[in-house]
Every structure is written in C-alpha cells, then in structure tokens.
C-alpha cells in the first residue's frame, strides 16, 4: 500500500476543517493536506443555496456555496491542499490514516491529525417512524443537495418535519425551486428556532402545526400520504408526496466509533480537552462533530482556535498534560457538553476560548454551575432552549490546577 | 442469454420451463434446471428481482437443527441448501460468516427444553448441537445479559448475503443459457395435454413445464392456472431492527431464544454487513404488500434486543425495515405436482427459503426428472463471480479506478454502481440498486449520498429518485 506523508492532516474540508487549515497556513506550517470524501469542499454550506453566511470570516452576506469556495479558496491561497473525493476508512495511532481514492486504498501518516467531519440529520429509520418506505423521505441536507448541486426535485408537495433553523432553511430551499410543503409539523408547543420565524411558513401558504406528532407514513412506490395527530388526540391524513425529517443534527463520528478513540456517549463526538485534543493527542478535533448543531459561522471559529493549538503543539508549546480532570454530570436535563475533560496544568492561557459548550435537552430556566467537591468555581442563571448553546466560561488555570474533581451541575429555577 | 428488457414484447419461444417469480427460489430453480440443460425463461411481475418476500429477511443460513423431521419437504431442502450453498459460495464469490448460534434459555423452564431441542437436532443431522452451562455461555459471549442460565449451541448456522446469493444464482443460469423476462406479470394460461401457452404482460409464450414459485402469491397464481390452491397463503409480517456498526463486536454468533409453538421468536444476529440484527417480530395479516413497520413494535424489539444484550442501549439504530414471510395454514413447505398438467408449485417456503433455495430446486429437479422428463446437462458451465459487498474480502474501494466512494457509510463506488446499474441483470429501482450496492442503507441513510444517487440513475428508474428542475 502507498502510504503518503504530511505535518498535518485535517479530515473533512467543512467550515471548522478549512479555518484550521487556512490558519495553520498562514502560521507558517507547511505539508497541510485537507482531506474530504466529496467531489467538492465546503462542507455543509456548499449545498445551502441560501444566504447568510460569512459575516463574520468575509464580512459580507454570502450564499452558502459562495461562502465554501471563499473558505477553501483562502486555504490553498495560504498553502494547504485541499485533496477532494478521498475518504478516509480509518484512523489509527501513530498519526496513521487508510484512505480510499479512485486509485484504491492508501495510507497517510502524519504529526497531528485534526478531525473536522462536522454533523448530519437524523433520519427516518432512527426515528422510528411507523409506516411504509416508499421514495420521498429525505433529510434536509438530501434534499440541499439534491436541489442545489444536482438541480433535481425529489417530490412537489412534502411535509417538513421539525422546526428546528435547519427546518426554515428547507423550506427556503423548497421556495427556491417552487417545491410547496404542506406543513411543517412539530411535537413541541413551539417553534425550536426562533418564534418570529411562525410568520415564515404562514407568508409561503404552508401550515404550521405544533404540538402536532407524525404518526404514519403511507405509499407503496413514492410517499401518498401522510396521517398526523393534533395535541386533542386528532388523527388528520394530509396528502403529501414526500416527507423531509430536518434536524435533530448527530456527530458524523464513524471514524470514530470502532477507533482507538475515546466516544463521549452524550454528544456522539470524541472526547476532547479544552485544547480539543482527542484521547490520542495526536488527534484534535473540532466543529460540529463536538457539537452537533452550530452555525458555519461559530465552526469556523472553533476552527481558527484549534489551529492555534495544533501549531502549539507542534512546536512544543503545548505538551502531554501532568493530569486530566475529567467533568463529571448527573444532571439529566443536560444533553451534552465539551470539552468533556480539563488537561492541567493548562499550557496555554486562551481568553477567546468559549469555555463550556452545554446543550439542554429542553426549555429550562435555572443556574447552571461548574463544582469542584461540590462547591460552585463558576456558575451562571441561564434560561435554555433545545438546540441552543449554552456557554459557561471556564476558570483561570491556576483555579482548576487546584481542583481536585469536577462536575457539571444544573438546578432548576 | 436475454435479460429481456422491461418494455418490449416477448418472442413467441417454446422453452422446456417458465418459471414464474424471480425470489430466492425462482433464482435457484432458474440455476438449477439451466445447468442440467434446459431450456429456461423467468417471468417477473415486478421491475426487479428479489422483490417480493425474498427481499427482507434475517439472512441465516439455517442448518435446519429445529426443522420438522427428517423426510419433512423444508427438512430435506435445507439440508440440501445448506450443503450446496457451502460447496458453491468461494465460487461464486459469495461470503460466509461461520458464527455459529446459540438458543439462550432465561429460565429453569426454557433450559428444560433445551434438551429436547438438542435431540430434535441430533435427530435431524445437527450432531455438533450441544448444551452448555451459564459459565460456558458468559465465556463466549460476554456481553450477554448474566442472567442466562444455559444454552445449546449449535456450530453451523452461519450469516449469508441475502441478496447477492440468489443474485449470482440467476445470474449463473442466465449466463448458462437461461432468459429472464422483468415487469412481465403472468396474466393466465392454459394447458392442452403437452404445452402451457401463458399470456403475459408483454405477449404470449410456450413452455412444457411450468413452475410456480410466486411467494406471496403462489396461491393466487394456483387459482389462475389450475383452478384449486392446496393452501391459503396468510402473509406474516416480520419488522426488524438494523444496529449501528458499533454493535457489531457485542456477539460473536447468532442468538436464538427458545421457540414456543407460535413462533421461533426473536433473534439477535450479526450481518453479513458489519451490523447487528434483532428481529423478526411474526404479525399475521391480510395483506400481501403492506411492508410498514411499526413505531411501538421497534420499540419493543430495541427492548428486547437491550435485555439480551444490556450494552446495546448506547448504540444507535441504523435503519429499520420489515418482510412478509409467505406462510400458510400447514407447517411444511408445500411443493406440490400436477403431473397431468406439467405444473409444479413451490409454495409455503415461510422463513427458511434463502437456506434451502438450493435444495428446493434440487428436489424439484429429481421430481421432475423421475416424471421422465430428460435433458442433457451442460458439460462445463460458467461461474459469475458477484461483487464482494461485505466484509471480509477484497472491497471494490480498495482497487484502482473504482470511480471513487460514493455512499460513505457503505464504501460503494462509483464503478460498483455503474455495474449494477448497466451491468447484468441491471436494476431499475433505487430498492433494486440498495440490494446490488447497500447504498444509503448505512448511518446516514442517504444524507450524503442521495444527491449523487439522483444524478446517477437519471434516466434509469421508472420511479426516478428526482426530476430534473425546470
């Protein structure tokens, strides 16, 4: 098998992947490969057809795939390559990579590996929606894809599921090619993204149903129907021929699941240190594979952040940890947090870094706190939305050296 | 030899056999009376193979350890299946995963009856069948819940490819001389003391024998031609859970709980694929289409699947899916001649039919051959060798010029698909390309990959995956 050499590889050339390599890059790192298993780098934004992204890394309002070849444009204009349509299988110690080309299986070693693979949709099957399979049930990012790259219409008059940000920007992609969904439809009594987008789908002659629950999918060859039940118990078929599951966004962790690789069970992603080191520190990661589902705008970020890392430890900066504090919670209305453990002492001081990214499995209000032997290090009232980040800065290094265990604790209001 | 297209009209040929229905034994039949020189034709209703019953199933090559007796049809045909599908599969490239199986007793009760169990299989050739303590079973599978109490194990039931395996077998017989004749439905037929003249969707045939291997319809298509079923067909649905890859290393072999008179009951088996199976549920119905599955009986096989095995609950579900298995009012399969009317059903193959497609059609062939029907069987015949699309073994992926990997979960190229789709016996829906490639049938279940899929079957399916935009 050949085997390939670089200084650093980044997996998946999404937002997060592309800032790392852009900022590593400029740093001064040569021998960058960005690796991704499409025919095209950008990530998710390259097939959001829709603005807005790059305020922040452009400073303009751009559409999301003119938006990803800004992003991967900036990363070869600095030096790294960007190397298309290679996925990787699997990913070892070592900094050892096998990857599959149109050439056949290969290898890649390099010093420091970062994974950026970002995050998809939960589909159907994992829902468990009763019903038959016909054609016509897709997920947003499905049906993205298929509009906006191949210009092709999956069905004429689907039903959206969810109303999640995600959700709004299906319906915008249906608007675009004059697909008209029915509904949207939600089991929640709200709208997940933002409640002033309820006047969206009422401007584009599609319900909204809340505190309403898909029951069954029916159709043989492609989706006829679908039956819903109201908050009441009332069950109404709605004619449809297709159905879009939006949302409910997971890590794209198959790399590593089945890995040497440590998984946090919560996030779906590894478990990193707030550096975004992985169990193995050969490996970094960052973006939405930590937590699934931020803007391209926030990955992008974490991404110039981690390069900094990366380049840290590269150069010696940052070395192996005296000890790992790991953070503990029992509280079961958090979803998931990251970093999920603390390397001491802390090697490189970051005022950018965020600290604690926590999502809620709800809508709670409460005081969210970080506890050392129980006793509050740092705390905050927050009020909590499902999908929505909750941010708890971390404390300064010398606090947490003197930390004996950690843990995240919730207490409702 | 013709894989007819699914729209032109048929020659008006003589064959020795039509055999109506391309399942898993259809496929088998048409390999078997191809090789021994006769002249064949398949007719299929639907635009693929495989459509039917056979196109969900737990994908066991079953030893037949728990069939009826020895001299049962479905005894004698799964051991004729079994042995002809170990001798066959290396050459055929098809693979095998020799996991062996195990029937957990939960109970005093349920271990009570491993032993009668364990004497059924001496009795019907299992001789390796052997029961084993609580430690014994802990000790070769140790993420099974403790609470087992004891087990028989049964060495030679292994997991097969349920697709590719009836694929190669009628892809053997076409390229041995058989035809295969898609979106052609049998409309009737009749018979004038030596030939069948059947009328079909695309015009009108001749053939000396005719053989019914219709699954969900055989008594239907009885009714039709003959005029009188021996039994009623009484479709039982069977749903099914797909666990993620990351299950996968939780069981070595196939579980099997101990069955009650009803039902063998639910299982929890690897794939062939790399995933992890729990499965079937045995719902009876009217229908002979509605393949749904249902929200509360998935959530009960996760639970039964998290009993069994408590480590399963931090693994997520893959995909979810459900067969109708093809029973009837009788226990045995019934294959049934009409000699006077060179007519032949295969009926009632339930849940066991990809094992013994093989020696179903090997028993139908001696029946036949011992009513004096004579041909010269091929001295030397052809093997496909069928894409490898499990592990292990050499993958497409890992091969120069594959075209590059277009579903990500399931490795499938760019040229594995182009096979499938311009390649022999090409498929013509997105359910026909799934079972020739797995593709969107890993995690992501098309999020990445249905863009592509779009734009390469465009023009290839009669229910495209998407229309072009305006």
């Known amino acids: 098998m050949k085997v390939n050499n670089c200084q650093v590889a980044i997996i998946g050339a999404g937002p997060s992947g592309l800032a790392v390599a852009s900022e590593l890059a400029k740093a001064g790192v040569d021998d960058i490969v960005v690796l991704d298993r499409e025919a095209n780098a950008g990530g998710i934004p390259r097939h959001c057809g829709h603005s807005p992204f790059g305020l922040r890394e452009f400073h303009r309002i751009l559409s999301g795939s003119e938006y990803a070849r800004r992003l991967q444009r900036q990363a070869e204009d600095y030096g790294a390559r960007v190397w298309t349509g290679a996925t990787v299988t699997e990913i070892g110690a070592n900094g050892k990579l096998t990857l599959s080309t149109d050439a056949g299986m290969q290898g890649l070693s390099a010093e420091k590996i970062v994974i950026c693979t970002g995050n998809r949709e939960t589909p159907r099957s994992a829902r468990l929606v009763s019903g038959s399979r016909p054609l016509g049930i897709v997920t947003t990012g499905a049906l993205q894809s298929m509009v906006y790259l191949k210009h092709r219409l999956p069905f004429k008059r689907p039903v959206i599921i969810g109303t999640e940000l995600v959700s709004f920007s299906a319906l915008l992609t249906c608007r675009h090619v004059g697909i008209k969904p029915v509904a949207m439809i939600d089991s929640n009594p709200w709208v997940t993204f933002w409640k002033a987008a309820t006047l969206l789908p009422r401007l584009l002659g599609t319900r909204l149903l809340l505190n309403t629950s898909l029951e069954e999918i029916h159709g043989q060859e492609r989706v006829d129907s679908v039956t819903i039940r109201n908050a009441a118990g009332k069950m109404e078929t709605l004619a449809c021929d297709g159905v879009i599951f939006s949302g409910n966004f997971v890590a794209e962790s198959s790399l590593i699941r089945g890995s040497h690789l440590e998984l946090d069970a919560r996030s779906g992603g590894p478990i990193v240190d707030q550096y975004g080191r992985c169990s193995d520190m050969d490996y970094f990661a960052c973006g939405n594979l930590l937590h699934p589902v931020d803007t391209a705008g926030w990955c992008w970020a974490e991404g110039m952040r981690t390069a900094a890392y990366v380049n840290a430890s590269l150069g010696g900066e940052l070395t192996q940890p005296d000890r790992m504090l790991e953070i503990e919670s029992s509280s079961p209305s958090i979803k998931y947090f990251t970093p999920q453990r603390i390397a001491l002492p802390e090697r490189l001081a970051d005022r950018k870094h965020p600290g604690l990214q926590i999502r809620f499995n709800d809508n709670f209000r409460g005081r969210i706190s970080l506890q050392n032997d129980s006793v509050d290090l740092i705390g905050c009232n927050i009020r909590a939305r499902p999908e929505c980040r909750v941010l708890l800065p971390l404390p300064s290094g010398d606090r947490l050296s003197a930390c004996r265990s950690l843990s995240l604790e919730f207490l409702p209001a | ?470």
């Open chain 2, 1 to 470: 030899m013709p894989d007819y297209s699914t729209s032109d009209s048929l020659p008006d040929t003589l064959y020795d056999v039509v055999i109506v229905g391309s399942g898993v034994v259809g496929c088998a039949m048409a390999r078997r009376f191809a090789l021994e020189g006769a002249k064949v034709l398949v007719l299929e209703k639907a635009v693929d193979i495989l459509d039917g019953a056979s196109k969900a199933n737990s994908a066991i090559l079953h030893t037949g350890f728990d069939a009826p007796a020895p001299g049962s049809q479905e005894h004698t045909c799964i051991v004729d299946g079994y042995n002809e599908y170990l001798e066959i599969h290396s050459r055929l490239n098809l693979p095998l995963l020799e996991c062996g199986a195990m029937v957990l007793a939960w109970n005093e009760a349920e271990a009570g009856r491993l032993e009668q169990i364990m004497q059924d299989a001496h009795r019907n050739g299992v001789t390796a069948a052997r029961i084993i303590n609580t430690r014994q079973v802990l000790a070769k599978e140790p993420k099974l819940a403790s609470s087992v109490v004891a087990a028989l194990e049964v060495p030679g039931e292994f997991v097969i490819d349920p697709w590719s395996a009836p694929y190669a077998y009628l892809l053997q017989a076409l390229e041995n001389g058989a035809s295969l004749a898609r979106n052609c439905e049998l409309l009737g037929g009749s018979f004038d003391g030596s030939e069948w003249t059947l009328e079909t969707a695309r015009g009108t045939l001749r053939s000396r024998q005719l053989i019914n291997c219709c699954g969900l319809y055989g008594d239907l298509l009885n009714q039709k031609l003959i005029g009188q079923s021996e039994f009623e067909i009484r479709p039982r649905k069977g749903q099914f859970v797909v666990f993620d890859k990351s299950a996968r290393s939780l069981v070595q072999s196939i579980l099997l709980p101990v069955p009650t008179e009803v039902t063998k009951g639910i299982v929890v088996c690897p794939t062939i694929f790399g995933n992890l199976l729990v499965g079937p549920t045995a719902e009876e119905q009217h229908s002979r289409v509605d393949a749904g599955v249902d929200s509360a009986q998935l959530q009960a096989l996760i639970e039964r699947g998290n009993s069994i095995l408590p480590a399963l609950s931090q693994h997520a579900v893959t995909a979810t899916y459900a067969g109708l298995r093809p029973a009837t009012e009788h226990k045995d399969y019934q294959i049934q001649w009409y000699p006077e009317r060179n007519y032949c059903c295969v009926g009632g193959i339930r849940s066991t039919g990809l094992s013994s497609a093989l020696g179903i059609a090997a028993f139908v062939y001696r029946q036949y051959t011992d009513a004096g029907n004579r041909h010269a069987p091929l001295a030397d015949y052809h093997w496909p060798q069928v894409n490898r699309i499990a592990d292990p073994g050499a993958r497409d992926w890992q091969q120069p010029g594959n075209g590059g990997i277009v579903c990500h979960c399931e490795l499938v190229t760019r040229r594995e698909i182009s096979q499938a789709l311009d390649g022999q016996i090409a498929c013509h829906s997105l359910a026909g390309l799934k079972r020739r490639t797995r593709v969107t049938m890993g995690r992501c279940q098309g999020f990445y990959c249905s863009a592509e899929l779009s734009e390469l079957t465009q023009g290839k399916f009669p229910q495209p995956i998407g229309i072009p935009c305006k």
